[in-house]
C-alpha cells in the first residue's frame, strides 16, 4: 500500500504538489478552527454578572406532577417572577422580590469540574460573608451584557435531578 502511495505521489507534478498541499492544509486548518470554537469557554468573570438584573422568565424542566417548595429558602419561585437583583463587581449585592421583601446576599461564581457556577450566601445586617457557610450554586447556561440564564438543580424524589431555568434581562 505505501508502495502504491509512493509511486502514485511520485508521478504527480510540482504543480499538483502543491495544489493537494495547500488544500490538506486549508482542510486542517478548517478542523482544527472547528474544534477550537466548540471547545473554546466563554470566559466570564465578576464583571461580566455585575449589574442590575431582572428575571425575565422562569421555566421548570421536571416532570409536571413535581411540585417545587421554596427556592433559596425564601419563597416560591414564581415569587421571583421579575425580581429585581443588583449585583456589585465587589461580590455585594441584593434581590428584591415585586411584593417588596428585600434580601442583601453575597455572590461569587464558582468552577465546578470546568462549569462555572453562580453562587450567593443570603446575608442578615450584621452578617459578614466569609462568617455565613450555607449559600445557593446555579449553573451558568449563557450570558451576555443584557442577557442571563441560571440553572438550579432540584433533586426529584425518584432520585433524578430536576432544574429551574431562570432568565434575566439586564443592563450594565
Keep these: 500500500m505505501a508502495g502504491f502511495m509512493l509511486s502514485a505521489i511520485q508521478n504527480l ?6 495544489k493537494i498541499s495547500s488544500l490538506a492544509a486549508v482542510i486542517t486548518f478548517m478542523f482544527m478552527a472547528c474544534s477550537t470554537s466548540q471547545n473554546a469557554q466563554v470566559k466570564i468573570n465578576p464583571g461580566t454578572f455585575a449589574g442590575n438584573w431582572v ?8 416532570p409536571s406532577d413535581y411540585k417545587v417548595n421554596d427556592v433559596f429558602d425564601e419563597a416560591p ?7 429585581k437583583w443588583n449585583l456589585i463587581r465587589n461580590g455585594k449585592g441584593s434581590f428584591t422580590l ?4 428585600k434580601q442583601d446576599i453575597y455572590w461569587s461564581l464558582y468552577n465546578q469540574d470546568n462549569e462555572k457556577m453562580f453562587q450567593f450566601k443570603k446575608l442578615e445586617a450584621s452578617d459578614k460573608a466569609k462568617n455565613v457557610n450555607d449559600g445557593y450554586r446555579l449553573q451558568v447556561q449563557q450570558v451576555s451584557d443584557t442577557n442571563l440564564i441560571l440553572r438550579s438543580p432540584i433533586k426529584l ?10 432568565s434575566f434581562s439586564g443592563t450594565k
Design 13 to 18: 507534478s510540482m504543480k499538483e504538489l502543491i
Design 55 to 62: 428575571i425575565s422568565n422562569i421555566k421548570l424542566d421536571m
Design 77 to 83: 419561585y414564581q415569587d421571583f417572577m421579575g425580581s
Design 98 to 101: 415585586t411584593k417588596g421583601t
Design 157 to 166: 424524589s425518584d432520585g433524578k435531578t430536576g432544574y429551574i431555568n431562570y
